[in-house]
C-alpha cells in the first residue's frame, strides 16, 4: 500500500511544469467525441441494429482546418482504457472535412457491452498508421491524432442520454454568458470565474451492478489565450442541489500580448457524464 | 557546460577554503603523555586484605616533560595516597605543545591499585586469552595506565593496567564470554563482550572517546556518547559516531547506508534501500533484531530513530545469516546502544528540517535510562517557500518520532531493556486554486504512525548466551489521493525472537534460535486496479467509477513463524566454515520453506578469502494474497545468494574489500496480461563491489565505495532491466578535522541514470478527455548519469562549559539539476526533465548539557 504514496506524490506535483497546459488551443486538436443515435439524437448509447453517427469535436487556434481522418469500429474488450478490439472491424471511415466522423450500424447480434471507434486525424496530410507499433502520423509529416472512443451499447433497455450544455446558461462572473455575446475583459484581469449553471436534472440515476447511481459531470474547459486554472472541473455524484454552477477561473492575457485591436478569445466547453454522454458549447470574449 | 563550470567552480572554492584553513590555523596543541610509567608501591595491609582503591591526583609536569609538582586531590588513605604520590612523582611525560612548541602543563590523573588477580573459577583443561590495545579515538595515539576489569560469566575477576604502549594482556581465561570494562580519566565509561576461545588469544582494539570537551584540542563531547566501534571485524559496519558526520545525511546513520558498496541510489525525496539490484520491499531493515516497517519518515528527509541513539548500522548486502529470513534482497540491522551510566546527559539539536532531543543517565546502580523525540518543523516555513516560488503546490509534512528506553543490569550475566519507539508521519499535498477553492479531487493526504514496546532479556552463561525478546505494537496508514484512490492498514503486530549462542568446543561455536511474527487487523482499498509498479512505467493511476476494487478485509491474520540454527566450524585456525539452515511457514499462503546457507572464510595474514551460497524465501506482501485486490494462489519468491571475495587489511585503520556476487530470482510475483499477480517472474542480478575505508580515529577518516552491477528482470516473455539498476556507482565521502573544532566533510557520487522507457507515442482517449502514452520497449533507454556534492561543516566549541556544536550540511552543494524523471505535455507530444531535490542548506545547533 505504501507504495502508492511516491506515485501519487508524483502524480499531484506533476502538475508544476512549464509544459503547455492542456486547456490552451494553441494547435488544431480534437476534444472529444460525441455518439448520436440517427433516430434519436439526444440518445448515446445505440442499441444493437441501429444506426449511430460518431462526431469529433475539434477547436483550432485560428480557422478550422479540412480536417482528414481514418476511423473504424470493431466489438471492444473492455469499456475503457487502450482501445483493444474484440472481434472484426464493422465500420469503417476513410475522409476529409470540417468535421470528422464515423457512421455506422451496429450489428443487430453484436452481444459485446461497448464497440471502440479508434483511428487518427490530421489537420493537415492524410493520417498513416503503423500497424505494427500502432504510431500515427501525417504523410505530409505534420503531427497526427490517434484518437480512440468507447461507445456504450444500449442493450436490455439500459440508456443513457447526453447532458446539455449547449442549452444550459452561462456566466461570466456571475453575469449570463449568452453564445455570440462577446463582452469586454480588460487585458490581465485575473481569477475570472466562467462556467454554466446545470439543473439537477442534467445528471441521470440508472443502476450498475445492481446499485442505484447518479451520474456526476466532468467539465473541460478550453482557450485559445489566457490561463485557465483547472484542466476539469465537477459536479460530483453525490451534489444535492437543484441547480450547480459548474466552473473554472480563468486570467486574462496580459496588455503586452493582446494586440491594439483587441483579442478575441474563443472558449470551448465539453462537457461528460463519464458513461458516454458528451454535449459542447463555444462561448468568446474580447480582451482589450 | 554552465553545469561543469559550477562544478569546477564549487571544488576550487572548497580546495581554497580547505587549503586555506590549513595553512592559517597553526598546530593543534597536544596534552602531555606518558612516556615512562612507575608501578607504585601496593601498601601491605590493603594488598592483604584485597582492597583495592583509586587516588585522583594532580600533576604540573614542566616543558621537558618531569613532574614539577604533584598533590593527591582526592585522598583515599591506608597508605594508597603516598604510594601513588611517591609513583607519579618518577612519571615521565612528552611535554604538552601549543603551536608546536612544548609548554609546561597541569593534569589530573587517577591512579587506581589493583589487588593481584585471582582465579576464582575452577582451572579450566584448556585457556585462552586477550590481549588489546586501547587508543585515543581523538587521536589514534596509544592510552596508557588505563585500568582494563575484565569480568567472567561466572563472574571471576581480572584487572590489568595498559602499558606505555596501551597494550594489555590477560592470560589463562576459561573459555567463554567476558565483559571488558574500561574507565580511562576524561574519558567515557566502556564495556564490552568478548568471547575467549581455549587455546586461542582474542586480540581487540579498543578506541575510547573524549568524555568532555577540549576546546583546545577540538573534540566534541555530545558525539562521544556513541560508542565506537568496539573489535577490528571484518564485516561491514558503520558506527554512530562515523555516521553522524558523513556529509549528505544531516546526520542520520541510516541515510548513510546509502553510500555504502552495493547500495544504490534511491530517487531523491522517496526514502529507499536498494541492496544489491534488488526490490526496496525485497530487503529489510531490523532494529536490535525486530523487523521495521517504516525505515523513513515520508519524503526520505530522515529515518524514523534518532541517530545519537545508535550503537553501530551493519549491511548484510546478500548471504545473510540464518538468522534473518522473509527476505531475498538484503539487510540492515540496527543496533541501539545502552544508556549512559556515568552521569546524566542531555541534549538537543535544532536545524532547519527538525529538532530532536535526548535525555538519558542512570537511575541507579543497576537501573539507566534514555529518552529521545524529534518534529520536523518544515512545515512552518515549507509554505511560504511554494508560495514564494509561484508553485501551484500547498504541501504540510509533518513528522515526529519518540525513543524510550530503560535497562536494568542485575549482574554481570542478566540484562534487562524495555524499549519504547514510534512514528508518526502526515502529509497533505493540494493543488492550490487560486481561488481557494480545491477540492478533494487536488488533494492528497497521507497518515502514517507505528508504535513499539520491546523487552529483551540477555542471560549469559560461560559458554552460552541467551537473548529473548518480544516486540509488539500497532501500525496505521491510510491515504486519500486526489478522490481516486483510498486506502489503509490499521493491524497489531508482535514479533517474538529466541536467540541461543554457544561455544560448544574450541573448533565448533553453534548458535540456533526460533522468530514468529504475527500480524492481525484491517486493510482497506477503494480505487482502481494497482498494477504492477516495478517495471511499469505507467504509474499513473485513472479515474473509473465503474472499474473500482473494493477492499475491506477485517480481522486478517498473518502468522509467519520460523526456526534456525547455524554452526560455525573452525578446523584450522585460518578457516572458518558456518552453515545454516531455516524454515520458514508462512500461514497466508500456506507454505513451508527450508533454505540452507553456508559461507567460508580463509586468513592469509592480513588478507581474508571469503564466499557464500544461500538459498532464500519471501513471502508475498500482506495485500497481494488478499482475496479482492491480490491473488489467495500466490507462493513465495525465491532466490539463490552466491558471492565470492577478498578483505585486506592494510593497516590498523586501512582497509580494503572486493566482491563478486550473483543472485537468481525466481517466482517472482508479477502481473499477467489479465491484471492477475503471478509468481511467474525471474530475475538475475550480479556484479562486483570495491571498497576502500580509512577508519575513524585520526584526524581523517572516510571511505571509497565502486559497484558495478547489472539487475534484470523478466516478467514472462524477455529480459528487461530492473527500475533502480544502476550500472556504476561511485562514492567518496570523507571527513577532516582541521583543529581549533572545525571539521569538514564531503561526499561526492556519481551514478549512471536509472532506466527509462521512453514514450513513442499517445493515443486521444475520447472517453475522459486524456491522452494515454504509448510506450516503447521497458527500460530500453537510460537517464542522465548523476552527480552530486554534499558538503557538511562544524564547528565544536563551549558555552557556559557546556559543549555546543553548529554544524552547516549543504546537499547537493554545487545545485546540480540532476534528472529524476519526466513530464510530458498532456499530449506527450512535449517532455522536461523532473530534477531532483536542488542545493539544500540545512543549518543546525546541537548542545549538550
Known sequence: MTKLVPLLLLAATACTSSLDPATLIARDRVLGAKVTVDTDPSRAWPAPGEAATITWLTASPGDAPDFSWTLAACPAATTTGLPICDGDVFAHSQANGPVPALAMTVPADMEARSIVVLGAICASGSPVIDPQTFEASCDDGSHADLVSQHVFLAHDGATNHHPDLAGAPFVLDGAAWEAGDCPEIAAGTEDIVLGAELAAAARETFTFEGAPWREELQLSPFANAGELDQRYAYIEADDERPSSLVAVEWTAPGADEVPAEGLRVTFHFVIRDMRGGVDAATRTLCVR | ?849
Open chain 2, 1 to 849: 557546460m554552465r553545469h561543469l563550470r559550477s562544478t569546477l567552480s564549487a571544488f576550487l572554492f572548497a580546495a581554497l577554503v580547505t587549503g586555506a584553513a590549513a595553512r592559517a590555523e597553526p598546530a593543534p596543541p597536544t596534552p602531555p603523555s606518558i612516556t615512562t610509567f612507575v608501578e607504585a608501591e601496593y601498601p601491605a595491609a590493603a594488598q592483604e586484605a584485597g582492597r583495592e582503591a583509586s587516588v585522583e591526583l594532580e600533576i604540573t609536569i614542566g616543558a621537558d616533560g618531569k613532574v614539577i609538582d604533584a598533590r593527591v586531590v582526592t585522598p583515599v588513605g591506608d597508605g594508597f595516597d603516598e604510594a601513588a604520590l611517591a609513583a607519579v612523582e618518577q612519571f615521565v611525560f612528552a611535554p604538552a605543545t601549543k603551536d608546536g612548541q612544548p609548554i609546561a602543563a597541569r593534569i589530573r590523573y587517577r591512579y587506581t591499585f589493583t589487588p593481584k588477580p585471582k582465579v576464582v573459577a575452577p582451572a579450566p583443561v584448556i585457556t585462552g586469552r586477550i590481549e588489546g590495545t586501547i587508543l585515543s579515538r581523538v587521536d589514534g595515539s596509544a592510552m596508557s595506565s588505563v585500568m582494563v576489569v575484565v569480568t567472567g560469566a561466572d563472574g571471576s575477576v581480572y584487572r590489568v593496567t595498559t602499558d606505555e604502549s596501551g597494550t594489555f594482556s590477560v592470560d589463562d581465561l576459561p573459555a567463554g564470554k567476558y565483559r571488558i570494562a574500561i574507565d580511562a580519566l576524561d574519558h567515557a565509561a566502556f564495556a564490552q563482550d568478548e568471547d575467549v576461545i581455549a587455546g586461542e588469544a582474542a586480540a581487540v582494539t579498543y578506541r575510547l572517546s573524549p568524555a568532555t570537551t577540549r576546546e583546545d584540542t577540538g573534540t566534541y563531547g555530545a558525539k562521544a556518547t556513541i560508542e565506537a566501534p568496539v573489535r577490528e571485524i571484518t564485516r561491514r559496519t558503520l558506527e554512530g559516531d562515523e555516521l553522524t558526520k558523513i556529509a549528505g545525511t544531516r546526520g542520520d546513520p541510516l541515510r548513510a547506508v546509502e553510500l555504502l558498496p552495493g547500495v544504490a541510489r534511491p530517487p531523491s525525496g522517496v526514502g529507499m534501500l536498494i541492496v544489491r539490484g534488488s526490490s526496496p520491499e525485497d530487503s529489510q531493515v531490523f532494529l536490535d533484531g525486530a523487523p521495521v516497517r517504516q525505515l523513513y519518515h515520508m519524503g526520505g528527509l530522515t529515518s524514523f530513530v534518532n541517530g545519537a541513539l545508535l550503537k553501530k548500522v551493519d549491511l548484510f548486502p546478500g548471504n545473510f545469516s540464518a538468522r534473518y529470513g522473509r527476505k531475498i534482497g538484503g539487510i540492515i540491522e540496527a543496533e541501539l546502544r545502552d544508556p549512559r551510566t556515568d552521569r546524566f546527559h542531555a541534549g538537543l539539536d535544532l536545524n532547519m528540517i527538525d529538532v530532536s532531543a535526548i535525555a538519558e543517565g542512570p537511575l541507579s546502580d543497576r537501573w539507566s535510562f534514555a529518552l529521545g523525540g524529534r518534529r520536523s518543523h518544515i512545515d512552518a516555513w515549507i509554505g511560504s517557500l511554494l508560495r514564494a516560488t509561484d508553485t501551484p503546490v500547498a504541501a504540510t509534512p509533518v513528522y515526529t518520532d519518540w525513543q524510550a528506553m530503560a535497562v536494568y543490569k542485575a549482574d554481570a550475566n542478566n540484562k534487562l531493556r524495555v524499549i519504547g519507539y514510534g512514528s508518526t508521519d502526515r502529509l497533505d499535498v493540494v493543488i492550490a486554486n487560486p481561488s481557494g477553492a480545491s477540492t478533494n479531487r487536488d488533494r492528497v493526504g497521507v497518515d502514517g504512525t507505528f508504535h513499539r514496546l520491546r523487552v529483551d532479556w540477555t542471560r549469559t552463561w560461560p559458554k552460552l548466551e541467551q537473548v529473548i525478546s518480544v516486540t509488539g505494537g500497532t501500525n496505521r496508514f491510510a491515504v486519500n489521493a486526489l478522490e481516486l484512490v483510498e486506502g489503509g492498514v490499521d493491524n497489531l503486530e508482535v514479533f517474538g525472537r529466541a536467540d541461543w549462542r554457544a561455544t560448544l568446543s574450541k573448533m565448533v561455536q553453534l548458535s540456533w534460535g526460533l522468530d514468529i511474527q504475527h500480524a492481525q487487523g484491517d486493510l482497506w482499498y477503494e480505487g482502481p486496479h494497482v498494477p504492477q509498479g516495478e517495471g511499469n512505467p505507467n504509474k499513473m493511476f485513472t479515474r473509473d467509477r465503474f472499474d473500482t476494487q473494493v477492499v475491506d478485509e477485517k480481522g486478517a491474520v498473518w502468522f509467519r513463524p520460523a526456526a534456525y540454527a547455524e554452526t560455525t566450524v573452525t578446523p584450522v585456525k585460518a578457516l572458518a566454515l558456518t552453515a545454516g539452515v531455516r524454515s520458514d511457514y508462512f500461514s497466508d499462503v500456506s507454505k513451508w520453506t527450508v533454505d540452507p546457507r553456508f559461507s567460508a572464510r580463509y586468513v592469509l595474514g592480513a588478507t581474508t578469502l571469503k564466499g557464500g551460497i544461500g538459498h532464500f524465501s519471501q513471502p508475498p506482501k500482506e495485500e497481494e494474497t488478499m482475496k479482492g485486490f491480490g491473488n489467495p494462489n500466490l507462493t513465495v519468491q525465491q532466490a539463490m545468494h552466491y558471492s565470492l571475495g577478498a578483505e585486506h587489511q592494510l593497516n590498523e585503520r586501512v582497509s580494503f574489500g572486493l566482491e563478486g556476487y550473483y543472485k537468481s530470482l525466481d517466482q517472482m510475483i508479477v502481473e499477467a496480461p489479465s491484471q492477475m499477480k503471478e509468481n511467474t517472474g525471474h530475475g538475475r542480478i550480479y556484479g562486483a563491489e570495491l571498497a576502500a575505508r580509512w577508519q575513524p580515529g585520526g584526524a581523517f577518516s572516510g571511505f571509497l565505495s565502486y559497484t558495478l552491477s547489472r539487475s534484470e528482470r523478466n516478467d514472462g516473455d524477455a529480459w528487461r532491466l530492473f527500475d533502480y539498476d544502476q550500472t556504476h556507482i561511485l562514492t567518496a565521502s570523507s571527513s577532516y578535522k582541521l583543529g581549533g573544532g572545525w571539521e569538514v566533510g564531503g561526499t561526492f557520487r556519481l551514478v549512471s541514470g536509472n532506466p527509462e522507457t521512453p514514450v513513442t507515442g499517445s493515443v486521444y482517449d475520447a472517453d475522459i478527455d486524456a491522452y494515454r502514452p504509448l510506450y516503447g520497449a521497458v527500460n530500453s533507454a537510460r537517464s542522465t548519469t548523476f552527480h552530486r556534492l554534499d558538503l557538511r561543516v562544524e564547528k565544536q566549541f563551549r558555552v557556559g562549559g557546556y559543549p555546543v556544536a553548529g554544524y552547516l550540511d549543504l546537499q547537493n552543494a554545487y545545485n546540480r539539476a540532476n534528472r529524476e524523471s519526466t513530464d510530458y505535455s498532456f499530449d506527450y507530444t512535449q517532455r522536461s526533465d523532473i530534477p531532483g531535490l536542488p542545493l539544500i542548506p540545512s543549518l543546525g545547533i546541537k548542545g549538550e548539557i
